[in-house]
């Protein structure tokens, strides 16, 4: 069986958003940062409205090979931006012989060009959109899920979790990007540890020639 992930259609929709991203993404983050400490979180990730805060293909090749691995059929992504961390999933849910993304984004003009994205990839079936704030667009009509991709805002990854945990099956992943970063603490003591019911490792991949960290953890 061909995989979806390693398609002409699919490759040539990355590595075009890939080449875009490393076009735009320096430019805008730079004008989020430029913002006075007055500014509230909603204009700051406003500002960031252009900047892609993707996954590298290292990692996104990991998520499509894990869900793949477990067969999943339920996925939810807590952070669509431009949608290339969904399309890897997406593309597993593909390849498992049908399944659903449910991927959340907090701004609109993100969310339709995450759609265009998919669409062009040839995965939009494969995904639901939910466009608002998170913690609310996430509160009903969950179902169980097999896996938990996080890569919104650091400082809402464990209130997303929590929200979600109920959800979540026996071995079912829970996967996050950019853990080397700070603000996290909270966030990685709780699944570090048995108690909370979790098996966890922190993991490196390469993005950009730099380290990128991550955790994956397994639900106990």
Do not use: W
Request: aromatic content about 8%; glycine content about 8%.
């Amino acid at each position: 069986m061909s995989s979806t992930l390693a398609s002409e259609k699919v490759q040539t929709v990355l590595a075009n958003l890939y080449k875009d991203a490393t076009e735009n993404h320096e430019v805008a983050r730079r004008e989020a940062m430029a913002l006075p400490a007055t500014a509230s979180r909603d204009e700051f990730y406003t500002a960031m409205g252009k900047a892609y805060m993707c996954i590298g293909s290292e990692f996104g090749n990991l998520l499509y090979a894990m869900a793949r691995s477990m067969k999943a059929k339920t996925v939810v992504e807590f952070g669509t931006s431009f949608g290339v961390s969904t399309i890897y999933l997406a593309c597993a849910m593909r390849d498992n012989g049908g399944g659903k993304v449910i991927t959340t984004e907090f701004l609109p003009a993100k969310v339709e060009k995450a759609k265009m994205n998919l669409g062009e990839a040839g995965l939009l079936d494969y995904v639901e959109f939910r466009g608002g704030d998170a913690l609310k667009t996430l509160k009903e009509d969950i179902p169980e899920l097999d896996m938990v991709f996080l890569d919104g805002p650091k400082d809402m990854y464990l209130d997303v979790l929590k929200l979600l945990e109920p959800k979540i099956k026996s071995s079912g992943i829970v996967a996050a990007d950019n853990t080397n970063h700070k603000g996290l603490e909270n966030f990685l003591e709780h699944v570090r540890s048995f108690a909370n019911g979790y098996v966890s490792s922190p993991i490196v991949t390469q993005k950009n020639g730099n380290n990128s960290g991550h955790e994956v953890s397994i639900k106990i």
